[in-house]
Every structure is written in C-alpha cells, then in structure tokens.
C-alpha cells in the first residue's frame, strides 16, 4: 500500500475520533455517554499494542504463558466490588486525581511521597509510551512495505506526526478544566470506541486465519503438532515454572489496579459504583474474547510465514502473505486503535501527576499565590498541556534512541515490575493503619533500587551495551550479587525473579518501618479516615485540625485558584450543609478539609495542604489526642449506626401498629355488623311470635283449627331459632374462656361421621345433593367428645350443603389414620372460598359473601366455634389451598385413645 494512501487512512482514523470525542463532550449528560458499558469498554485501554500484537509473539514463543497477562486482571476483578468500590469512595470524596494523590493522601498528603511516586510511574511508562510508538513504526513499515522502519530525520518520519497528532487529542480533551477530578466524557467514550474496534478487528483476522488460511482450529493443531513439540508450548513444566506464573499473575494483579491509565479510567472517570456490577462480569468477557484465537494465529504464523519474521506482527503478515490488503488495514487500525487508547490515557494521567505532584508543589506555588485566578486557571492548563507534549516527544526520543533493542514483550514487563513496586504502600495502607509515610517511602526507594539492580542494569549492558559480565560474575565479582540469579535463586525468569526480590524486601521494609515507628498526626488521621471508613460517615468531622484560621484568608486563598463565584457558591454550600452562619470569622477543621478538597482538583493534595498551612496558624496534635479525637469519631460512628437501627426498628414497628390498628377497625366494624345482624335475627323470630300471639288472643277474630295450628308452627320454629341463637353466642363465650370441659371417651371417629351425614341427610336429598365418604378403615378407635366433633362435622357439611349448587353438588368426607394423627377431610365443588375470606374465615362473626343466595346466612359463629373446638382437642383445622375444585377443610385430631385398666 502507498505511503499516502496509509497516512490518508490515518489521519482521517484520527479525525473520525476527534469527531467521536466531541460528540461525547456534547452529549455529556446522554445516556449513550454515560452508562456501564462505555465504563467498562474503557477498562480495556489495558489492552494495549503489547496485548493486541504482543500476546501473538509469546504464544508463537513461548505457547501459554501470555495468559498470564490476563489471569491476573481476571482474578482481581471478583474483588472489584470491594477492593474498587472503596477505593472509588475515597477519591470522590477526597477529590483524589491520580494515584499519586491517592498514595500521598494515604500518608498525611505527603509531598515527597507524591513526587516519588510520580517519579516511578514516569520511569514505568515512558518506555512504554515508546513502545506502542515503535509499534506504529514496524506496522506502519510492513504494511506500506517500507523497508526503512523509520526515517533518519524525525521530519520525515510519519510516527513523529502520529505522536503529534496524539499529543494534540490528549491536551485539547483532557485539559479543558483546570479541576483534574472532572470526568473527560470525549476521551472516555472514545476509548471505549476503539475498545470495540479493536476486538472486532482481532476477532476477525482470527477467524480470517483459523477458518479462512486453514480448516479450523483441529487441522491447524493437528499441523503444528508434526512440527513443534506442542507438550512444551501448552504445559507448564514442573514446579519451577508453576512459581514463574505465579508470580506473572500476580504482576498482573497489581498492574490493573496501580497503571495510571487503569487507575484513570476505573476510578477518576468512574461515575456511579454500580457501574462496577456490570464490570465485574463483562471486562473478563472482554479478554477471554481477545484470547480466544491467540494461539491459533501465532501457530498459523508459524506454519505459513518465514521464521525470520518478528511473530509480534503475525497478526498483520498473514493476511498480506496473501494479497489481503483490505484486511491488513483493519489489523493495522485496530492496532492503532490499541496504541491511541493508551497514549492519550497515560499521557493525560502522567500529566496531572507531573503537574499536582512534581511541578506545582515544587515550583510554582509562590507565584501562584500571588497571581490572579483566570492567570493561575491558564498556568495550570499550560503546565499539563507541556507536561503531556514532553512525555510522548520523551517516548518519542527513547523510541528513536533504543529502537533495535525494544521488545514488545520484555519492555512491557519491565514497565509492570516498576509499577508493582507501589503494591504494598496502596494495598496495605488501604487496610492497616499503621503503616507511614517514611515506611512507604523506603519501600518503594527499595524496591525500585532492586528492580535496577536485578533487571533493567543488567538488561542496558546486555541488550543495548553487549557487556555480559555484570550478568555472569555479579557485582564485584561475587556470584551470590548476579542480577539474575541474586542469592542463589536460579530457577526463575529474570523479570519474576526483579518482581520476586523486590517486592520481598520492598513488603519487609514497609512492615518493619511501620512498626518501629509512629507516623505523625496527619498520617494517622487519614489512615483511620480510609481503613475505618469514617470518610464515608462523618467525613469533614473526620479530619483531625487544631489552631487558627480565618475564613477570610482561606476564602481569599481559594478565590486565586477557583474564582470569586465558585468559591461563594462553594462556601454556601458548605454553611448550608453544616448549619453555621455566613458571617463566621473562625474557620474550624470541618472548613480546613473542605478547603483543602477543593483545591486538591486543581494543584493536587500535597500543594493544596501547604498552601491552606500557608493562611492559618497551624498547632501540633499530639498522636495521644488524634487517637482521643478518632475513638470519639468511632463513637459517633457506632452510635449513629445504633440510631439508624433503632430508627429502622420504629419505623417497622410503627407500620406493625398500623397494620394492627387497621385489623381492630376491621374487627370493630365486622362486631358492629354482627351486633346489627344478632339485634335483626333476635328482632324478627320476636316480632313474628308477639303477632302470632296477639292473634290468638285476640277473641274478637275467629280463627280455624288450621290456621291457629299454623300460626303455633310458627311460634314454635321462631323459638327455635332464637333458642339456637343464644346457645351459639354462649357457647363461643365457653369455649373462648376456657371454661368448657370436653367429655372425652374413645370413640368410633368412622361411626361418628356417618352421624354426621345422616343428620343433614335430609336436607341435602331435598336439594339433591350427593354425599359421599370414604375411609381406611371400618374402625378408627380417638379419645374425643363425639357430641363436640360431630357439632364441627354437621357445621362444615351445612356449609357445604348451602355454597355447592342444587341438583350438581358433591359433598365429600374422607378419614384416614396416619402415624400420628386421624385426618378428617370435607370437600365440595361448590364455589370455593376467595383469597379475601380465607384469613378470615375461622373468625368470630365472620360472614362469606360468596354464598349461594343474597344475604347471608346465619350469625358467622358456627367456624369460629369450630375452630376452638378443634383446638380444645389440640387439633388442628385448615383450608386446603391446594384445592381449586371447591372448597376443602381438613380437621387433624391427635391419634390417642384412654387405657382402661
């Protein structure tokens, strides 16, 4: 392909993206900007060149071991949900912009702290910047067929204008607020884009490759397996390469939470920690996707291409072995994508660390104090702007400089075990109060010194010097110093062996330090601030502060770096949440941290807290009254969490009482309509009595025989009612006071239902309903009062008779013994008993509305005087719900008869 037809391609890829990135800082507050997805997608700026050609030149090397790379983000991810989710509470709350300001904050806002760290991520990723340039490069070079990889002149070389154009993107998006907290929504969304692309277009050389160029993944294993010696490639040999992965894992680990672009897009440009759920999940997809024909594209580069090849661009030589021109151009985009994503990402954290850690705190703090705020505003900007052009024409140099002896792999390696070396100071402080700032320091300083000493000294006077004697004698001479074998230790790869050194006696130091000394008061107030969560309970009250401040020097303070309206706004802000007057002339710790916070976004931690020292009058807190101070905080804490619990408690026993009060006006009404339906059933049989009687004594009528003997009739089943009547009320008084005693004999249950049947027998032939009963057995001998059960059968065979339907109801009873209990079930195929009446149905003075006629019959006593009979026996009755045909009651009596004796 021609020069310019690439560069075309190229410039119009990064112009789509510029597009892209605009649309997304337009579109801000959209749901298409902002949701789990896009955060997710811009996890994998972890996916750089190294992951999308690298992980090629490894497996066609050195088979499974580039998994490592992404076994370790796979198992950290499960921890997110605790591990991140802190970590992002923090930093929000605490207005944390970098993992600088993140470690510094950890240890009292340590300046030298956060400098040094700045210093290690610089060191780490510079070198890798260059790598992804060196990648644009070789691709470049073997896709336009030039076989000059790059040109002498860094006018005339087309990743000049690349890393140009890249430096441009990062500064225009990345640095149009001077708040380093704010989220860059262009940037992030298009990092998400090229997420997407470059998978899509890794999966498809993979396919391309495994089903195109071969049939399948089976052939090309059965091919490469006559030629190479496939045990070594896809097993781990013995315990001494198990210990290698597991170290590399690992490396790994640590990586995806300490790379400044990991901790840039997981946690300053995260937006909601749900966010996290959704990740948790999907960014492991994500790599399992990117690997899935990794190993089968480094094979089929093996047996198609010429092994003089660098395997690292198999990915791109194979489809231009074979003239595929289009499909190489999407392997190279995709890689660019790759190579973008994390420039512009490490680019702009490194420059908001360079600025907020090394540069400001360092430099320019005087003059910023004494210059106005739109000045201070564009220093900032411009600090970042040089910051972010300098480190890539930086990566750009080392590029140029080291460019024979760069690998993709190795260099790459290198970077990680220096990253690694700020593992114990994040990881342990986030769990330990103890450890300190001079202990983080020297572990750190350690740790780095041996990763020098172990990798990349030796890895100089070898691959760019050609000296090999440091690596085979050791320092001095001594063979227990070599590099790569320090102590002995030979059986590891150099980079797991620096990891394994380093981190050893990095840990050690930091543990030992931490416990031999004290760390002073600021140390140990945020320490309790990120272990115990009190950021998240009494934040501002958490923070430790004794002296004198006056809120005008702060406001004034804060005025050069944000503004008169910003810092009005946020003053209110701040007197509104904390209920103090706006004319308040002393400033407390709450106003010292709020403070401080706010200009944390903007110069970062360790500059805001000298300059806010610079306005007040500062008195030393011994360690004896920060702890006093914390364990009252603790107190608080608990004793509001007590408040919270007893609140809940109310708020649930007072729904409770509601309910209950709910039921009692429900009890009270259906009593009311009881007491309404007893006055008119006692009023009616005594109406109609007196007016039959008054007519038979009336002499002046003369009545027949027949209708004095009708008018008798009616008297007497008038009476009968009413006599029936009150011996139900007085019968449920008994029972309920637990004044009725049962006359309790062993007795035929089988004998006492069918007197049962044939007492309603009549009744239910009049209406022709069918009643039918099923048992066991002919003799099922229970010590019960049979007058007492029979009452309870006769009621719910009444019941039955009244709800099933004339000339088709069935009406069913069947007993059985079971071990322990005699079970006694009436059924019907009436109407059934609705879901409202069922919780209520063995109250007292119950009435269902579902009967077969208008009004109801009876008083609503005969259940109820069922039920306490029932119970009276220590039974149970029920309603089956599992009965949908009708309705079906079932009585369980104890299985206990009387010895005679």
């Known amino acids: 392909m021609s020069n310019y037809i690439l560069i075309f391609i190229i410039v119009a890829y990064l112009a789509f993206l510029f597009g892209v990135a605009f649309w997304a800082e337009k579109k801000a507050k959209s749901a298409w900007v902002n949701n789990a997805y896009v955060y997710t997608l811009s996890l994998a700026v972890y996916c750089s060149a190294w992951t999308y050609y690298g992980s090629v030149g490894i497996a066609a090397t050195s088979g499974i071991s580039f998994l490592t790379t992404y076994l370790g983000p796979v198992i950290a991810f499960p921890l997110w949900i605790v591990v991140l989710k802190k970590i992002i509470r923090i930093s929000k709350q605490q207005k944390v912009s970098s993992i600088a300001d993140f470690i510094s904050l950890r240890y009292g806002n340590n300046r030298f702290l956060g400098a040094l760290v700045t210093i290690i991520c610089v060191l780490a990723i510079v070198p890798y910047i260059s790598l992804q340039l060196k990648a644009i490069s070789e691709t470049f070079s073997i896709i336009s067929k030039d076989t000059i990889p790059f040109s002498t002149s860094i006018f005339q070389d087309t990743t000049f204008y690349v890393a140009l154009l890249l430096a441009i993107?990062?500064?225009?998006?990345?640095?149009?607020?001077?708040?380093?907290?704010?989220?860059?929504?262009?940037?992030?969304?298009?990092?998400?884009?090229?997420?997407?692309?470059?998978?899509?277009?890794?999966?498809?050389?993979?396919?391309?490759?495994?089903?195109?160029?071969?049939?399948?993944?089976?052939?090309?294993?059965?091919?490469?397996?006559?030629?190479?010696?496939?045990?070594?490639?896809?097993?781990?040999?013995?315990?001494?390469?198990?210990?290698?992965?597991?170290?590399?894992?690992?490396?790994?680990?640590?990586?995806?939470?300490?790379?400044?672009?990991?901790?840039?897009?997981?946690?300053?440009?995260?937006?909601?920690?749900?966010?996290?759920?959704?990740?948790?999940?999907?960014?492991?997809?994500?790599?399992?996707?990117?690997?899935?024909?990794?190993?089968?594209?480094?094979?089929?580069?093996?047996?198609?291409?010429?092994?003089?090849?660098?395997?690292?661009?198999?990915?791109?030589?194979?489809?231009?072995?074979?003239?595929?021109i289009f499909l190489a151009t999407l392997v190279f985009l995709g890689g660019f994508s790759a190579v973008i994503s994390m420039v512009v990402v490490s680019t702009l954290a490194l420059s908001v660390m360079l600025s907020n850690n090394l540069i400001i705190p360092y430099g320019f703090l005087d003059k910023f104090s004494r210059s106005h705020p739109e000045r201070n505003a564009n220093y900032i900007k411009n600090?970042?702007?040089?910051?972010?052009?300098?480190?890539?024409?930086?990566?750009?140099?080392?590029?140029?400089?080291?460019?024979?002896?760069?690998?993709?792999?190795?260099?790459?390696?290198?970077?990680?075990?220096?990253?690694?070396?700020?593992?114990?100071?994040?990881?342990?402080?986030?769990?330990?109060?103890?450890?300190?700032?001079?202990?983080?320091?020297?572990?750190?300083?350690?740790?780095?010194?041996?990763?020098?000493?172990?990798?990349?000294?030796?890895?100089?006077?070898?691959?760019?010097?050609?000296n090999t004697d440091f690596i085979t004698n050791g320092a001095f001479g001594i063979e227990l110093l070599r590099p790569y074998q320090l102590f002995g230790i030979d059986f590891m790869t150099p980079v797991t062996h620096a990891f394994f050194w380093s981190m050893f006696l990095n840990t050690i130091i930091y543990l030992f330090i931490s416990v031999s000394s004290k760390g002073n008061y600021r140390e140990r107030n945020y320490a309790e601030m990120f272990v115990n969560n009190s950021y998240e309970?009494?934040?501002?009250?958490?923070?430790?502060?004794?002296?004198?401040?006056?809120?005008?020097?702060?406001?004034?303070?804060?005025?050069?770096?944000?503004?008169?309206?910003?810092?009005?706004?946020?003053?209110?802000?701040?007197?509104?949440?904390?209920?103090?007057?706006?004319?308040i002339k002393k400033a407390d710790?709450?106003?010292?941290?709020?403070?401080?916070?706010?200009?944390?976004?903007?110069?970062?931690?360790?500059?805001?807290?000298?300059?806010?020292?610079?306005?007040?009058?500062?008195?030393?807190?011994?360690?004896?009254?920060?702890?006093?101070?914390?364990?009252?905080?603790?107190?608080?804490?608990?004793?509001?969490?007590?408040?919270?619990?007893?609140?809940?408690?109310?708020?649930?026993?007072?729904?409770?009482?509601?309910?209950?009060?709910?039921?009692?006006?429900?009890?009270?009404?259906?009593?009311?309509?009881?007491?309404?339906?007893?006055?008119?059933?006692?009023?009616?049989?005594?109406?109609?009595?007196?007016?039959?009687?008054?007519?038979?004594?009336?002499?002046?009528?003369?009545?027949?025989?027949?209708?004095?003997?009708?008018?008798?009739?009616?008297?007497?089943?008038?009476?009968?009612?009413?006599?029936?009547?009150?011996?139900?009320?007085?019968?449920?008084?008994?029972?309920?006071?637990?004044?009725?005693?049962?006359?309790?004999?062993?007795?035929?249950?089988?004998?006492?239902?069918?007197?049962?049947?044939?007492?309603?027998?009549?009744?239910?032939?009049?209406?022709?309903?069918?009643?039918?009963?099923?048992?066991?057995?002919?003799?099922?001998?229970?010590?019960?009062?049979?007058?007492?059960?029979?009452?309870?059968?006769?009621?719910?065979?009444?019941?039955?008779?009244?709800f099933v339907e004339k000339n088709k109801g069935i009406i069913e009873v069947a007993v059985s013994n079971k071990e322990d209990f005699i079970r006694i079930s009436v059924q019907d195929n009436g109407k059934g008993i609705p879901e409202n009446d069922k919780k209520h149905i063995f109250e007292k003075f119950y009435q269902s509305h579902n009967q077969n006629i208008k009004k109801p019959i009876g008083s609503g006593l005969g259940l109820a005087i069922c039920k306490k009979i029932i119970e009276g026996h220590n039974g149970l009755i029920r309603i089956d719900d599992s009965y949908d045909k009708g309705a079906r009651f079932i009585i369980e009596l104890p299985n206990s008869i009387e010895i005679v004796e």
Request: proline content about 2%; aromatic content about 10%.
């Open 537 to 583: 309970s009494l934040q501002e009250s958490a923070y430790v502060w004794k002296g004198e401040a006056y809120v005008s020097d702060i406001k004034n303070l804060l005025i050069k770096f944000l503004g008169i309206q910003r810092t009005e706004r946020a003053l209110n802000l701040f007197y509104t949440k904390h209920d103090l007057p706006i004319n």
């Open 383 to 466: 600090i970042r702007r040089i910051a972010i052009f300098s480190l890539i024409v930086g990566a750009y140099l080392f590029y140029i400089n080291f460019n024979v002896q760069l690998s993709l792999f190795s260099i790459g390696q290198i970077s990680f075990v220096i990253i690694a070396q700020l593992a114990p100071a994040f990881f342990i402080g986030l769990f330990w109060n103890r450890g300190s700032a001079i202990a983080a320091k020297s572990g750190i300083i350690t740790g780095t010194l041996i990763t020098i000493y172990t990798l990349i000294l030796p890895f100089v006077l070898d691959i760019i010097l050609g």
């Open 169 to 324: 993107f990062a500064a225009f998006f990345g640095t149009r607020v001077t708040d380093a907290t704010r989220r860059r929504q262009g940037i992030v969304f298009s990092v998400a884009v090229e997420s997407v692309l470059k998978l899509v277009f890794f999966l498809i050389i993979g396919i391309y490759v495994t089903y195109f160029l071969f049939d399948g993944t089976a052939d090309i294993y059965d091919k490469f397996s006559s030629l190479e010696n496939l045990e070594s490639l896809t097993t781990l040999d013995g315990l001494e390469a198990g210990i290698n992965w597991y170290f590399m894992i690992a490396l790994s680990f640590f990586a995806i939470f300490l790379l400044p672009r990991q901790f840039q897009v997981a946690v300053v440009e995260n937006t909601s920690e749900k966010h996290l759920k959704k990740a948790i999940w999907l960014f492991p997809l994500y790599l399992l996707l990117f690997n899935v024909f990794v190993i089968f594209v480094a094979w089929g580069g093996k047996l198609s291409l010429d092994k003089s090849l660098n395997p690292d661009y198999y990915t791109l030589l194979l489809p231009l072995q074979y003239d595929n």
């Open 589 to 802: 710790s709450r106003l010292i941290n709020f403070s401080e916070k706010l200009l944390t976004g903007s110069i970062g931690g360790a500059s805001s807290r000298i300059l806010i020292a610079s306005v007040v009058k500062e008195q030393p807190v011994t360690l004896v009254e920060v702890l006093k101070i914390l364990e009252e905080s603790k107190k608080t804490i608990s004793t509001n969490k007590f408040l919270r619990q007893r609140s809940e408690e109310l708020i649930k026993l007072t729904d409770d009482l509601k309910k209950a009060n709910e039921e009692l006006k429900q009890q009270d009404k259906v009593k009311d309509e009881f007491l309404d339906t007893v006055a008119h059933e006692l009023k009616t049989p005594i109406t109609s009595i007196r007016a039959a009687s008054e007519v038979l004594l009336d002499n002046d009528h003369d009545i027949s025989n027949e209708l004095r003997i009708q008018f008798l009739d009616t008297i007497l089943k008038d009476s009968e009612r009413l006599s029936t009547l009150i011996h139900n009320i007085l019968d449920l008084e008994k029972l309920g006071s637990g004044r009725e005693v049962f006359d309790k004999k062993n007795n035929n249950i089988i004998e006492t239902v069918e007197k049962s049947i044939s007492g309603v027998y009549t009744i239910a032939q009049q209406k022709c309903i069918s009643i039918l009963s099923t048992k066991s057995s002919n003799q099922i001998i229970a010590l019960y009062d049979e007058d007492r059960i029979l009452q309870v059968l006769t009621n719910l065979l009444s019941n039955g008779i009244k």
